[in-house]
């Protein structure tokens, strides 16, 4: 999965890495005054250091996260798209970032070494953050945005089978074997949180045949064709909402959650709390319907992150043109 490293290799690169700074970075000029947030600038004195992982929704997340430093009057040093989850935690330890979004599910399992996710998402994002203020980050308050996995099917197939939850596939593939064909990603296919686990947890036996491996990309048009009947996905993500793909609930909560949350230098914090009441709003904005729609003005339409992120931000009401 583009955010979640393999986790022993994740383990070793994180020590690995925990020296090394980062030297890149420019900084962000948008025009921007206080809107509903930043009345006041807060932050003004403040030099604030932005970074996020290199795919598409981390570099909006970034882009928000800064555009509100800014209307608040920081000046935001932009530090996003390291790849990979682990620099980007690195640079926020080790103080070469100061904020960043993060996942819930991600630290959980990645950084702090559980095997087991916390299934309530607000005990999940609860326990992240008990355990990371001893590593001197402060989680503040999660989104409901949720970037986790999860098995959709096209229109046709939906009317065809009508399965809304992960339970009724488990049921179709058991009363009509053939029709449970599944397009996944081949990491997916073997990690434990991936269709392993899930046919334990559902008790769900697929033959090896209906099962294809593919890259993440070609799964959402193969799906999106009827290629196979379903396809694994991540729920934030925008070609759901553009190729009009109908999503399986996970009604037995076997996925982890992956919440975004503000992941905060806790040093930083004290020096500038106004951190916290300045993002809380935008935060608590953050859905996945929202995710999926931004993150498709830049997959499928082929906008450009910052400037997708600035539009929303505006769009909101968050901030004003300078």
Not at 79 to 98: K, L, M, P, W
Request: charged residues 25%; hydrophobic residues 40%; proline residues 5%.
């Amino acid at each position: 999965m583009r955010r979640r490293t393999c986790w022993a290799l994740a383990a070793a690169l994180l020590s690995a890495s925990a020296g090394c700074g980062l030297t890149s970075g420019s900084p962000m000029v948008d025009d921007v005054e206080p809107g509903s947030i930043g009345r006041g600038k807060p932050l003004d004195g403040a030099d604030l250091t932005v970074t996020s992982k290199e795919f598409t929704e981390q570099l909006v997340l970034g882009a928000i996260m800064g555009i509100a430093f800014e209307a608040a009057g920081a000046e935001v040093l932009d530090r996003t798209g390291i790849q990979g989850s682990v620099g980007t935690r690195a640079a926020v330890e080790n103080g070469d970032a100061d904020a960043t979004y993060e996942y819930t599910g991600t630290a959980w399992i990645t950084y702090l070494g559980n095997s087991r996710p916390i299934p309530d998402p607000e005990q999940q994002w609860k326990a992240v953050k008990e355990a990371d203020a001893k590593k001197g980050l402060t989680w503040l308050e999660p989104a409901r945005l949720n970037n986790t996995y999860a098995l959709a099917m096209n229109q046709a197939n939906y009317k065809k089978y009508r399965t809304k939850t992960l339970s009724e596939v488990t049921a179709l593939s058991k009363s009509d074997p053939g029709a449970v064909t599944l397009c996944v990603e081949g990491e997916f296919a073997n990690r434990a949180d991936g269709l392993p686990g899930l046919e334990k947890a559902y008790g769900m036996s697929l033959p090896a045949g209906n099962i294809t491996q593919m890259d993440t990309g070609i799964i959402y048009t193969q799906t999106a064709k009827g290629a196979c009947t379903y396809g694994e996905v991540y729920t934030t993500d925008g070609r759901i909402k553009s190729m009009n793909l109908v999503v399986m609930e996970d009604d037995k909560k076997f996925f982890p959650n992956y919440n975004a949350a503000p992941m905060v230098r806790t040093a930083t914090l004290k020096k500038w709390p106004a951190i916290a009441s300045v993002l809380d709003p935008v935060t608590r904005a953050l859905t996945n319907d929202v995710a999926q729609t931004l993150n498709a003005k830049v997959d499928v339409d082929g906008q450009d992150p910052h400037q997708v992120a600035l539009d929303w931000m505006k769009e909101k009401g968050f901030v004003k043109e300078g």
